[in-house]
């Protein structure tokens, strides 16, 4: 079956715009997360949805930053007023549930780049 | 807080030699998860093996075996008779029993050598 998808796959944008940054889960996947990897770093939590909801978005590193997952599938991340420090690769990943042994299944990667 | 160190920046071998890369973790709870991960030049995380803390046998998947040893906290990984396919860059990553958010270490740089 399909894996995880993230769209687009690469993003160059100037320094104070708007990003868009999406992920489709695995069909199924209850459980999605977003996190983030700089160069030679490893990723770095941002927010983890439930279903529809946000458990928990205690990775999210200021108010610039924000995501959705409206109907418990599809999720975007959005990012406002870019800062060359965002740049990093973005990942997502999903799981058929919230349990914490659960296999994250991740895509591979949005790589934003702030001018 | 978790944190998660891998003190091997970068690692190479030669084909079908035995590599360990190593692993160290703190942490205060007692129940938690801990997993490798390999991400190829592709960027595709993927998961080579887990290991949960109540569990004293080492998890194995294959040629991949883990050394996990809870009261020095450490958790290394060994791949025997390594492929060419298994250059890459290799993440341990750590959560607590209840949350899910994986915290990953630095990673290591594994190079497979024909």
């Known amino acids: 079956g399909a894996g995880v998808s993230q769209t687009p796959s690469n993003k160059v944008t100037e320094k104070g715009k708007y990003v868009e940054l999406r992920c489709d889960p695995i069909?199924?996947?209850?459980?999605l997360y977003w996190y983030r990897q700089s160069l030679g770093q490893g990723p770095e939590f941002l927010i983890y949805f439930q279903g529809t909801g946000a458990a928990d978005d205690s990775g999210l590193p200021n108010d610039r930053f924000f995501a959705v997952r409206p109907e418990g599938s599809v999720s975007t991340l959005k990012i406002q007023r870019t800062e060359r420090g965002d740049s990093a690769v973005y990942l997502c990943?999903?799981?058929?549930?919230?349990?914490?042994?659960?296999?994250?299944?991740f895509g591979p990667g949005t790589r934003l780049t702030v001018l | 807080a978790q944190t998660v160190t891998q003190s091997q920046p970068e690692m190479s071998v030669q084909e079908a030699e035995t590599v360990t890369l190593s692993c160290t973790y703190d942490t205060s709870e007692s129940n938690y998860y801990l997993f490798w991960y390999k991400q190829p030049p592709s960027r595709q995380m993927i998961l080579v093996i887990r290991q949960e803390a109540y569990k004293q046998q080492n998890a194995t998947e294959n040629r991949f075996s883990v050394n996990f040893q809870k009261a020095a906290k450490s958790f290394s990984l060994k791949i025997s008779d390594s492929q060419l396919g298994d250059t890459a860059m290799y993440f341990c990553a750590f959560t607590i029993q209840g949350a899910q958010k994986l915290v990953f270490g630095q990673g290591t740089r594994l190079t497979i050598n024909p």
């Open positions: 069909s199924g996947h209850t459980a």
């Open positions: 990943a999903s799981s058929d549930s919230g349990s914490s042994y659960n296999e994250q299944f």
